[in-house]
């Protein structure tokens, strides 16, 4: 069972910037495509990106131009660049593959407040 780890997330003023890590204990390279998600309170879970081996990206309309995705598969990594924080990007952020399916992360907070 792998399992993830996720990082990066802060406490930051709309209309800043934070770069999510996610890392998994085992290898990433066969693994058809990635994802970033992330719950509000009160919410269901939510794609956000996504990021096939072949380097395809997905956004959801809502970060579409703001976030970006990308992964190295030797570090078993996935990043989540995310700029131009809005409010409503509040949220823990996860990392899984796309289906999900390793037992989710503790997630990593991202507060947007002034």
């Known amino acids: 069972q792998v399992q993830l780890v996720e990082s990066g997330g802060d406490l930051v003023q709309p209309g800043g910037s934070l770069r999510l890590s996610c890392v998994a204990s085992?290898?990433?390279?066969?693994?058809?495509?990635m994802g970033w998600y992330r719950q509000a309170p009160g919410k269901e879970r939510e794609l956000v990106a996504s990021?096939?081996?072949?380097?395809?990206?997905f956004y959801a309309d809502s970060v579409k131009g703001r976030f970006t995705v990308s992964r190295d598969n030797a570090k078993n990594t996935v990043y989540l660049q995310m700029t131009s924080l809005k409010p409503e990007d509040t949220a823990v952020y996860y990392c899984?593959?796309?289906?999900?399916?390793?037992?989710w992360g503790q997630g990593t907070q991202v507060t947007i407040s002034s």
């Open positions: 899984n593959a796309l289906p999900a399916r390793w037992n």
């Open positions: 085992g290898s990433i390279y066969s693994i058809p495509v």
């Open positions: 990021i096939s081996r072949g380097s395809s990206t």
